[in-house]
């Protein structure tokens, strides 16, 4: 393993080598949670026939979902922050979830279509909350981590940015994976079991390049439940945070699920799957890697409000522009879409260093933990939102037999009303919330000189634990 330097004036430094390691945890995690929201509704839409069969199962298993969703995270959060383990309290519980991960992600698509709707009803809710669970310990901790692995800024920022772009690979095979093997269900139930399997074993390797800092699981004292709660929504840095968050939630989680319906429906006859995948993905890798000269000249708040408003006005336009140029709107979309995947966990390490110079105590999974009580239900409320806006457009879905032994060019033909429900859950929706998420995004405090402030109290506060880490050591 190579080691870590650390001053109290610079923070803990970084290799290269671990920074690549970083990278590829997220590359597995983006992985799987890039099919499953690629796949999911147009798997139980489409593929079972859910629209026509049963929409009410999709809504009824959403809902319960974001309750699960939304309660787990803050669950585990208190849990992790409070545990005082001498082998830390992220990498064991980030290590050991790895194997139920890939084993509940493998089972979601286990689903026949030639099962009732009871059957299918059970298996969806079991599968999902599942998942869910699994994904969110290891998200969870790998997200608190990010903090506490350096105080630096920049550092923070090159980790980042590995796991903006490993992930954002892992996002890509999200969307080509299920392009490929749609056509065999038994080969897209192989590949599925696969990509839980290989994605998992990434998280699990990566947890050995890194040793958790004692000074915060030993010295630190876990606030209690109240008190916790307490200090996470007195803090008006994470509200404001966390309500522009939710915005982006739900539009990645639309956008995921969207794409594949506007790639079928939408563009099929005119730009293939793979070219619209590339609209996309090419912007946002190009964005990731300037991200650092934009937030140089605005500060990280600036930036993220810069790359929002080129989201918004791309998707926006997918909606009104002429089929041949949905591909614009996707590129701006697609470079826009750089500021929260690079900048929003960054802003979440600034909340954390501010409570903990209030508190004393870092506790980043009470606040990863309470953002997803907040913003994970916005991933049930845009399969809801999908759903209905198909239900009642005259959506023409293909079942089971269709889409698994025919070519993807025999589905059936859409009505109009279903090709604009399309376009505005894919674009309109999506874009203006983007430019609501710009405009709450002016009062978030932390920047300037206040930030620098706060960036040199928090290196000494470190500092301190660390000798008093020294001093329990040697009594």
Same mark, same amino acid.
């Given at each position: &393993?190579?080691?870590?330097?650390?001053? #109290?004036? @610079?923070?803990?430094?970084?290799?290269?080598?671990?920074?690549?390691?970083?990278?590829?945890?997220?590359?597995?995690?983006?992985?799987?949670?890039?099919?499953?929201?690629?796949?999911?509704?147009?798997?139980?839409?489409?593929?079972?026939? /859910?629209?026509?069969?049963?929409?009410?199962?999709?809504?009824?298993? +959403? =809902?319960?979902?974001?309750?699960?969703?939304?309660?787990?995270?803050?669950?585990? !959060?208190?849990?992790?922050?409070?545990?005082? $383990?001498?082998?830390?309290?992220?990498? #064991?519980?980030?290590?050991?979830?790895? #194997?139920?991960?890939?084993?509940?992600?493998?089972?979601?698509?286990?689903?026949? +279509?030639?099962?009732?709707?009871?059957?299918?009803?059970?298996?969806?809710?079991?599968?999902?909350?599942?998942?869910?669970?699994?994904?969110?310990?290891?998200?969870?901790?790998?997200?608190?981590?990010?903090?506490?692995?350096?105080?630096?800024?920049?550092?923070?920022?090159?980790?980042?940015?590995?796991?903006?772009?490993?992930?954002?690979?892992?996002?890509?095979?999200?969307?080509?994976?299920?392009?490929?093997?749609?056509?065999?269900?038994?080969?897209?139930?192989?590949?599925?079991?696969? *990509?839980?399997?290989?994605?998992?074993?990434?998280?699990?390797?990566?947890?050995?390049?890194?040793?958790?800092?004692?000074?915060?699981?030993?010295?630190?004292?876990?606030?209690?439940?109240?008190?916790?709660?307490?200090? @996470?929504?007195? +803090?008006?840095?994470?509200?404001?945070?966390?309500?522009?968050?939710?915005?982006?939630?739900?539009?990645?989680?639309?956008?995921?699920?969207?794409?594949?319906?506007?790639?079928?429906?939408?563009?099929?006859?005119?730009?293939?799957?793979?070219?619209?995948? *590339?609209?996309?993905?090419?912007?946002?890798?190009?964005?990731?890697?300037?991200?650092?000269?934009? +937030?140089?000249?605005?500060?990280?708040?600036?930036?993220?409000?810069?790359?929002?408003?080129?989201?918004?006005?791309?998707?926006?336009?997918?909606?009104?522009?002429?089929?041949?140029?949905?591909?614009?709107?996707?590129?701006?979309?697609?470079?826009?879409?750089?500021?929260?995947?690079?900048?929003?966990?960054? &802003?979440?390490?600034?909340?954390?260093?501010?409570?903990?110079?209030?508190? !004393?105590?870092?506790?980043?999974?009470?606040?990863?933990?309470?953002?997803?009580?907040?913003?994970?239900?916005?991933?049930?409320?845009?399969?809801?939102?999908?759903?209905?806006?198909?239900?009642?457009?005259?959506?023409?879905?293909?079942?089971?037999?269709?889409?698994?032994?025919?070519?993807?060019?025999?589905?059936?033909?859409? #009505? $109009?009303?279903?090709?604009?429900?399309?376009?505005?859950? $894919? !674009?309109? *929706?999506?874009? *203006?919330? &983007?430019? =609501?998420?710009?405009?709450? /995004?002016?009062?978030?405090?932390?920047?300037?000189?206040?930030?620098?402030?706060?960036?040199?109290?928090?290196?000494?506060?470190?500092?301190?634990?660390?000798?008093?880490?020294?001093?329990?050591?040697?009594?």
């Amino acid at each position: &393993m190579v080691s870590s330097k650390s001053t #109290p004036q @610079t923070g803990v430094k970084i290799s290269f080598g671990r920074i690549v390691a970083w990278g590829i945890a997220s590359l597995g995690l983006s992985t799987i949670s890039g099919v499953y929201g690629a796949l999911l509704s147009i798997f139980y839409n489409d593929f079972l026939g /859910l629209v026509d069969r049963g929409p009410w199962i999709v809504v009824v298993v +959403s =809902i319960a979902y974001a309750v699960w969703n939304a309660l787990n995270d803050g669950i585990f !959060g208190f849990i992790s922050d409070s545990t005082k $383990s001498k082998k830390g309290r992220r990498i #064991p519980y980030m290590r050991w979830t790895s #194997p139920f991960l890939a084993l509940s992600f493998a089972l979601v698509w286990l689903a026949q +279509s030639s099962w009732g709707i009871w059957a299918i009803f059970v298996w969806m809710l079991f599968t999902m909350l599942f998942y869910d669970t699994a994904y969110t310990i290891i998200g969870l901790v790998y997200s608190a981590l990010l903090p506490e692995v350096t105080e630096n800024e920049k550092q923070r920022h090159r980790l980042q940015l590995s796991a903006s772009f490993f992930g954002l690979v892992g996002t890509i095979l999200g969307f080509l994976l299920p392009m490929m093997f749609q056509t065999d269900s038994t080969m897209l139930r192989i590949v599925m079991a696969t *990509v839980g399997v290989i994605g998992s074993l990434m998280v699990f390797l990566t947890t050995f390049f890194f040793k958790e800092r004692p000074e915060f699981s030993q010295v630190d004292e876990p606030l209690k439940l109240k008190d916790s709660i307490k200090h @996470t929504f007195k +803090s008006k840095s994470f509200v404001v945070l966390v309500t522009a968050n939710f915005m982006s939630i739900f539009m990645q989680a639309t956008l995921l699920s969207s794409v594949i319906y506007v790639a079928t429906y939408v563009t099929n006859d005119v730009f293939s799957d793979i070219l619209l995948l *590339v609209s996309i993905f090419v912007p946002l890798i190009l964005g990731i890697f300037l991200t650092p000269l934009i +937030s140089k000249k605005l500060g990280v708040v600036g930036a993220d409000q810069l790359l929002l408003t080129f989201a918004g006005i791309g998707l926006i336009l997918i909606t009104f522009l002429p089929t041949q140029f949905i591909v614009i709107g996707y590129a701006l979309a697609g470079f826009g879409l750089t500021g929260p995947q690079v900048f929003t966990n960054i &802003m979440f390490a600034q909340v954390s260093d501010e409570d903990e110079i209030v508190t !004393g105590v870092r506790r980043e999974a009470a606040f990863f933990g309470t953002n997803a009580l907040i913003t994970k239900p916005a991933q049930s409320l845009s399969l809801i939102m999908i759903t209905l806006m198909l239900r009642y457009s005259g959506f023409k879905e293909r079942i089971g037999t269709l889409i698994f032994n025919g070519p993807i060019d025999s589905v059936l033909g859409q #009505p $109009s009303g279903a090709i604009l429900a399309i376009k505005l859950f $894919s !674009g309109l *929706v999506p874009g *203006v919330l &983007m430019i =609501i998420e710009v405009l709450i /995004l002016f009062v978030y405090p932390l920047k300037g000189k206040r930030l620098a402030t706060l960036e040199q109290k928090i290196l000494i506060l470190h500092d301190e634990k660390h000798k008093k880490l020294n001093e329990m050591s040697r009594e």
